[in-house]
C-alpha cells in the first residue's frame, strides 16, 4: 500500500540482472504515472544502463544483499521491494526479513522449497505483527498454479475439493542460469541435511503443524488418461506446496483431502509415450546429476550461468498454455485455462512479478499479512491486472467426469 512516509512505492532489487530487466521494462511501460519506482543492485554502473536503455530517471540505489544495514535501510525507505536476486536461499534471506520487520511489503520469484519454509519460520509472525505482506513466488511458478486453482475453487462455489491437476498443454521458452542455480543450490543443502530432504518430498512443508495424516501427491503424474500420455511436471512438487499453503490459509477452504497434481500432457499414440518417457527421463537425470559432485561439475559447464538466459529471439516467441482443473465434492468439475504470449520463465515472469508489485502497491487487498502466497494475497486483483496485459485466465464448467 502507498505511504507518503516512504522515499519510494516500488524498489526492483536485481534490476539489471536477466529477469530483473524484463520486470524494469513493464514497470516503466505499464506503472500509472505517479508512481514512485526506484532500481536497486550491487553495480551502480549496470543499474545506470538498465535507465538509459529504459529511458526513466528512476533512483538507483547501490546495496548488495550481504549488507543486512543496508537491505534494512532500502526496505526501510519503500513500501514493496519486488526481488529478482536468487538463488533466495543464499540472496533472500536478509531481504525478506529486513521487510517483515520495517512493515514493507515483498515479492519475489522464488521455487526453493527450503528457504520458503525457512522464511515462514522466521517472518510469519513478524510481518502479522507489522501488518506486511511478505509473498513468494510471484512468476511463472508459482501464480499459474496458485490463482488457477483459486479461481476455479471460487467458480466451483467454495465448496471442499476432492482433487485438483494442472495439465501442461504447450510451454515454449528457455531455462535460465539463475532457475538452474536455485536447483543446484537446495540439492547441495539436501545432500547434507535429512530435513532438508524430507522439506522437498513433503506436499505440506509449507503449512505448519503434523501432515503425516493427509493424502499426498494424486500419484506421480506418469501413465495414460483418457487416451493421453502425460509425465510429471518439473515444478509440481513446488507448486504443490505453494497450492496447500494457500489451502492452509484460507482455513482448508480447499479441503483437508484436496489431492493436488502438476502434469505434462504429451499426447496420445507411441509419439506421446515416447515424449512423455523423455521429459520423466530428462527431469529425474537433470536433477540426480545436479546432486552428484561429479556430475554437476560437468553440467556446470554446459548450463546456463546464474544472470544468464536464452537469446532474445527464444523469448519473443516463448509462449504457454495450462488447465487447471478442478473437481468439488459436489457440483460440476471447473477449469481455468492460463495463457500468455510470453516467454514463461522471462518475459511473462517479469510480467507477473511487475503487476504483482503494483498491486501491492495500488490495489485495495484485504487486511491479511503474513508470508503469503500470490492468491491469498492478491488472488482477483491479481487476474485482472495480468488479464489486461494479454494474459487468460478463463473459468468455466468442465462438462466430463474426473479421470
Known amino acids: ?149 483459486g479461481l476455479a475453487h471460487a467458480a466451483a462455489g467454495g465448496v471442499p475439493i476432492v482433487a485438483a491437476t494442472l495439465k501442461v498443454r504447450s510451454l515454449r521458452g528457455g531455462i535460465s542460469g539463475g532457475t538452474i542455480d536455485s536447483l543446484r543450490q537446495q540439492l547441495k543443502v539436501a545432500k547434507t541435511d535429512a530435513s532438508a530432504r524430507r522439506l522437498l518430498a513433503n506436499p505440506y512443508a509449507l503449512t505448519p503443524g503434523p501432515s503425516a495424516r493427509l493424502p499426498g501427491q494424486a500419484g506421480s503424474g506418469w501413465g495414460k488418461v483418457r487416451g493421453s500420455w502425460q509425465a510429471p511436471f518439473v515444478m509440481g512438487s513446488y507448486n504443490q506446496q505453494i497450492v496447500q499453503r494457500s489451502n492452509y490459509l484460507t482455513g482448508w477452504s480447499y479441503g483437508q483431502l484436496m489431492q493436488y497434481r502438476e502434469v505434462v500432457a504429451t499426447g496420445g499414440g507411441p509419439a506421446g509415450f515416447a515424449r512423455a518417457g523423455a521429459i520423466a527421463l530428462g527431469t529425474a537425470s537433470l536433477v540426480g546429476a545436479l546432486g552428484f559432485p561429479p556430475t554437476r561439475a560437468v553440467l556446470d559447464r554446459v548450463l546456463p550461468s546464474p544472470g544468464g538466459g536464452p537469446s532474445a529471439d527464444v523469448i519473443e516467441h516463448g509462449r504457454f498454455a495450462l488447465d487447471v482443473d478442478v473437481y468439488p465434492v459436489e457440483g460440476q468439475p471447473v477449469r481455468t485455462r492460463v495463457t500468455a504470449p510470453y516467454d514463461p520463465g522471462y518475459g511473462g515472469t517479469g510480467v507477473m512479478l511487475a503487476e504483482s508489485a503494483l498491486s501491492l502497491v495500488l490495489d485495495n487487498l484485504s487486511d491479511r499479512a503474513g508470508v503469503l502466497t500470490p492468491m491469498v494475497a492478491m488472488g482477483e486483483h491479481l487476474a485482472d491486472r495480468l488479464r489486461t496485459h494479454g494474459f487468460t485466465l478463463d473459468v468455466g464448467p468442465l462438462p466430463y467426469p474426473r479421470s
Open 1 to 149: 500500500m502507498r505511504t507518503n512516509d516512504r522515499d519510494h512505492d516500488i524498489v526492483l532489487l536485481g534490476a539489471s540482472g536477466f529477469v530483473g530487466r524484463y520486470t524494469a521494462r513493464h514497470l516503466a511501460r505499464s506503472a500509472p504515472d505517479g508512481v514512485r519506482i526506484a532500481i536497486a543492485g550491487r553495480s551502480r554502473a549496470r543499474l545506470t544502463d538498465v535507465k538509459r536503455e529504459l529511458g526513466v530517471d528512476w533512483p538507483a540505489i547501490q546495496v548488495d544483499t550481504s549488507d543486512e544495514a543496508g537491505v534494512a535501510r532500502v526496505a526501510a525507505s519503500t513500501a514493496v521491494i519486488a526481488t529478482t536476486v536468487g538463488p533466495y536461499l543464499r540472496y533472500g534471506t536478509e531481504v525478506a526479513a529486513a521487510c517483515a520487520r520495517a512493515g514493507t511489503s515483498y515479492a519475489d520469484l522464488s521455487g526453493e522449497s527450503i528457504f520458503v519454509a525457512r522464511s515462514i519460520e522466521r517472518n510469519h509472525a513478524v510481518a502479522e505483527t507489522t501488518g506486511t505482506k511478505i509473498v513468494h513466488s510471484c512468476g511463472f511458478d508459482s501464480i499459474p498454479s496458485d490463482l488457477g486453482v
